[in-house]
């Protein structure tokens, strides 16, 4: 018989029971109940619940990367669950908010009971850095020790695993290197590009000379302006760009940069659209993260002012330089410095643009 259709009660359905005799709070245990410990304990376990249901979002998200091709009638839902990450992380900055209506005084009354228990603990949020793409040697270093050293056999073995089998950063590089509207019949997207990037500089430089101004601000403009040896450099010149892919400086490949470069330059094509919206959420999942990173910090800093962490570290500056140096998809934002302006883009071929164009052909 099915099970289907047998009955449940809510507090059942939702274990409440369980649920709702989780939060123990240690000042009530050892010693004299601090008020604000319940808060505490609830902050931090939502905030794990959001990580629980984030971490659901990515492995499926990646599970869809993963295939041979990615098909295209995934990709919408890759960006419903890629945007659904984003509401959450939206909603635990908004969160902090609650953390701060505890003062610094009160967090006193109990933080004795918590060393050495810190958020370097939370495995969960690990998991999601790793997911994304965070690699060991892009982490800050924890005493010249690796992250993971707070963590179990098992869990370790879990965050191995991830980082062996490709993360999201991956899936997406090589997603990027198959695009293949590069070369398509006689249009070379790169030469064309190079073209108009050589042609639009040289044109601004002339009307600068050519310009009312001072000496002086000629010279500035022309600075603002840059030349093809600027920003362009790497994309102008393959090994240029895998010399500083070499040297840390890009992690993105040359092929999957030039992609991403056309995804942008040409996005308002339709076929383009989607792929230029996956972009955008990867990047607005690094501006989340970057921003709860930046908010936890401060609150750390209004809570302990320059105290040491309780997991060690040196506290509000840590999580500080972390907020700066654990962005994943840094790669991608700096694809806005190659960006020209439309009106100096290459048109594309005809049958090109009528490739990358939805149509419908009816009876
Ligand atoms: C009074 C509130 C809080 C204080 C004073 C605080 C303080 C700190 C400090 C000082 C660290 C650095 C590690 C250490 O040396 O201890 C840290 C790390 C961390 N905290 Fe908190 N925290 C608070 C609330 C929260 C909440 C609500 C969360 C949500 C889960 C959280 C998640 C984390 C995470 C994930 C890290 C690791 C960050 C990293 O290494 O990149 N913290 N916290
Ligand atoms: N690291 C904090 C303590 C703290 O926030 C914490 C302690 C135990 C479990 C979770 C914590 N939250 C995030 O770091 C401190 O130094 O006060």
Redesign the pocket.
């Known amino acids: 018989m099915s099970e289907k259709y047998t009955t449940i009660h809510y507090h059942n359905y939702l274990e409440l029971d369980a649920l709702l005799s989780l939060q123990k709070e240690r000042s009530k245990a050892l010693g004299e109940a601090a008020h604000d410990e319940t808060l505490?304990i609830i902050m931090?376990q939502v905030c794990e619940l959001w990580f629980k249901q984030i971490l659901t979002e990515l492995d499926s998200v990646i599970l869809l990367f993963r295939e041979e091709r990615v098909r295209e009638d995934n990709m919408h839902t890759v960006l419903l669950r890629l945007r659904r990450i984003n509401s959450i992380i939206d909603l635990l900055i908004e969160q902090v908010k609650v953390m701060e209506t505890m003062t610094p005084l009160d967090?006193l009354d109990f933080?004795d009971y918590?060393?050495p228990?810190?958020?370097?603990?939370?495995w969960q949020f690990r998991m999601i850095e790793t997911t994304l793409g965070l690699r060991e040697e892009d982490r800050l270093t924890y005493h010249g020790k690796s992250y993971k050293i707070v963590f179990t056999e098992e869990q370790k073995a879990h965050l191995t695993d991830i980082e062996r089998s490709g993360s999201l950063f991956d899936l997406v590089a090589r997603w990027l290197e198959r695009t293949p509207f590069l070369r398509f019949r006689g249009f070379d997207f790169l030469s064309a590009y190079k073209e108009a990037v050589e042609r639009m500089i040289a044109r601004d430089q002339q009307h600068i000379r050519d310009s009312e101004l001072s000496p002086k601000m000629k010279e500035m403009r022309l600075r603002v302006l840059g030349d093809t040896t600027t920003y362009f450099r790497h994309v102008l010149d393959r090994e240029e760009h895998e010399r500083m892919v070499a040297a840390g400086e890009a992690r993105l490949s040359y092929d999957a940069t030039i992609a991403a470069l056309l995804i942008n330059l040409y996005r308002d094509q339709p076929i383009l659209n989607i792929p230029f919206q996956l972009l955008t959420e990867l990047m607005v999942i690094d501006e989340g993260l970057t921003t709860w990173r930046y908010r936890?910090a401060q609150m750390?800093m209004r809570?302990?002012g320059n105290?040491?962490?309780?997991?060690g570290?040196s506290?509000h500056d840590y999580l500080a330089r972390t907020a700066e140096q654990h962005k994943i998809f840094r790669d991608l934002h700096n694809i806005s410095s190659l960006l020209i302006p439309r009106s100096a883009l290459p048109d594309l071929p005809e049958e090109l643009a009528r490739g990358l164009g939805f149509h419908f052909r009816g009876k």
Do not use: D
């Open positions: 505490f931090h967090f933080r918590l060393f228990a810190s958020g370097f603990q939370s936890h750390v809570m302990i105290k040491i962490g309780t997991g570290s506290g």
